[in-house]
Nanobody, 126 residues
């Protein structure tokens, strides 16, 4: 079983930055692709970033490419999301997710993730 705990959310002004962390418990962290998603009220869950088990491969949608950076520290069982140049439309609950062990690739698709954190609120004021 894998448990994921996000932290680092909060209130920030437009143009500011935040770094989210996701601490994972459980085995085989480095064998799992990890991802970040978000969901705003009344909207569908949105893919933000994914990283492979080794950290050598990342992927982003065009909407955040160049502003958001995903990284991971396998020694600390932690994945990060650095968010820069934040906009009010980035306001949402942010979730990290882990694929099942043995699936080290990243993925854009929420259905391919086996474990989810409880989410952390990010609010960007204008």
């Amino acid at each position: 079983q894998v448990q994921l705990v996000e932290s680092g959310g909060g209130l920030v002004q437009a143009g500011g930055s935040l770094r989210l962390s996701c601490a994972a418990s459980g085995w085989y962290f480095s064998q799992r692709g990890m991802g970040w998603f978000r969901q705003a009220p009344g909207k569908e869950r949105e893919f933000l970033a994914t990283v492979s088990g080794t950290g050598g491969s990342t992927d982003y949608p065009d909407s955040v490419k160049g502003r958001f950076t995903i990284s991971r520290d396998n020694a600390k069982n932690t994945v990060y999301l650095q968010m820069n140049s934040l906009k009010p439309e980035d306001t949402a609950v942010y979730y990290c997710a882990a694929r099942a062990s043995g699936f080290p690739g990243g993925s854009r698709h929420s259905r391919e993730y086996a474990y989810w954190g409880q989410g952390t609120q990010v609010t960007v004021s204008s």
